[in-house]
């Protein structure tokens, strides 16, 4: 079933008024805002850990250590039996 942007403002409305935890709200507003923001840049958002541990992915898949999605998926599909 393809998903249109009807259904997900429907589905998102839903879960904001489900919701009463206001910490989680305002997660959420922060983050719409943040995205609509012209000058955001995740990279400035993440930690340091983030930013070293996906600099070190990189450098891994540059000398070819990496494993292709479909190899990724076919494993998984293995493992969940399909």
Known sequence: M???TSDIKDQL????SETE????????????TM????????W????????SHIQRGIEQ????????HDEVKKKVNKI???
């Open 80 to 82: 969940l039996g399909r």
């Open 21 to 32: 935890d206001e910490a989680i709200l305002l997660m959420i507003q922060d983050y719409f």
């Open 44 to 51: 400035d958002k993440i930690s340091e850990d983030e930013k």
């Open 61 to 68: 898949l540059d000398s070819g250590m990496g494993i292709s």
């Open 35 to 42: 995205l609509r923001s012209e000058e955001y840049d995740w």
């Open 2 to 4: 393809k998903t249109n």
């Open 13 to 16: 409305h839903k879960l904001i």
